[in-house]
């Protein structure tokens, strides 16, 4: 399957053209909430994923207790460490999208 991916001329057009659509919108995202007006801040979304957590509709139990403990113990506490993180994240999967680092060749392990 690789082969294929890597031999075919459509199946590179096809990532080419894929990498750079979505390269193009991590990158424009990212950059809007660094240089945005308001600066980027993840702590309303943190704590409404908190308060109504994704609950199993019998039990009401939640179903992602792991991640709900990682948003409470480790996100909410280091917001502003995450409000750094989640644009210049953006910004740089963006970049390596565009420039073609997080492609197929990259993770074949016979380049």
Known sequence: M???WR???WAA???VWVRLLLGYHWLTAGWHKITGDKPFDATG???GAIAN???DKTTGEAVYPTYLAFLEHFALPNVKLINI????GELLVGLGLILGTLTVRPLSSDC
Do not use: D, H, S, T
């Open 2 to 4: 690789m082969k294929w």
């Open 7 to 9: 031999e075919n001329v």
């Open 13 to 15: 057009g096809l990532v």
């Open 45 to 47: 979304f943190l704590k």
């Open 53 to 55: 957590p994704v609950a």
């Open 85 to 88: 993180l989640i644009p210049w």
